[in-house]
């Protein structure tokens, strides 16, 4: 199952652009022998200042037809890392080809997308800023694979 991230806004360089690509890495070879990946990552931008509804468009459009659509919203439900692991494993076991996951920008995402989606998704109830939740949604991909795996880096 190919795996998304599809978010708002552009990525410069720095420590959490190194995180990422670190992240990514680490699941992208933990994954493959799982039938879990590649990760790929889409940015886009709403130039013309279109608010919520102009980036909702602009994600659906990088969203894969007939993908698992998770949006990550602080009002969404909190799963554990083995729940979340549980959550990919489904996914890919009932022949999913691919699973996206949705950071809007700094007004979130808008209703009608999250209102699609398969899962929403929070990472507690405090805002993150969206480059972090990029970075802490790759180490839990990392780690959900980890999990599946049976690797030593997920501990109880």
Not at 112 to 141: K, Y
Request: aromatic fraction near 6%; charged fraction near 25%; include cysteine.
């Amino acid at each position: 199952m190919r795996v998304n991230l599809c978010a708002v806004g552009r990525l410069r360089g720095g420590p959490e652009a190194a995180l990422i690509d670190d992240y990514r890495a680490r699941f992208d070879r933990t994954g493959r022998a799982l039938g879990l990946g590649p990760l790929t990552i889409t940015e886009v931008e709403d130039r013309k200042g279109g608010g919520m509804a102009a980036e909702a468009v602009l994600l659906q459009r990088a969203i894969p037809d007939g993908s698992v659509l998770c949006v990550l919203d602080e009002r969404g439900r909190a799963l554990d890392s083995p729940g979340f692991a549980a959550r990919l494993a489904d996914w890919r076991d009932q022949g999913r080809q691919n699973a996206s996951f949705v950071i809007g920008g700094a007004d979130g995402v808008a209703q009608d997308l999250r209102d699609a989606a398969d899962l929403v998704l929070s990472f507690g109830a405090m805002v993150w800023p969206h480059m972090l939740v990029r970075v802490m949604l790759t180490e839990q991909l990392y780690r959900a694979a980890g999990i599946l795996a049976g690797t030593p880096y997920h501990r109880v």
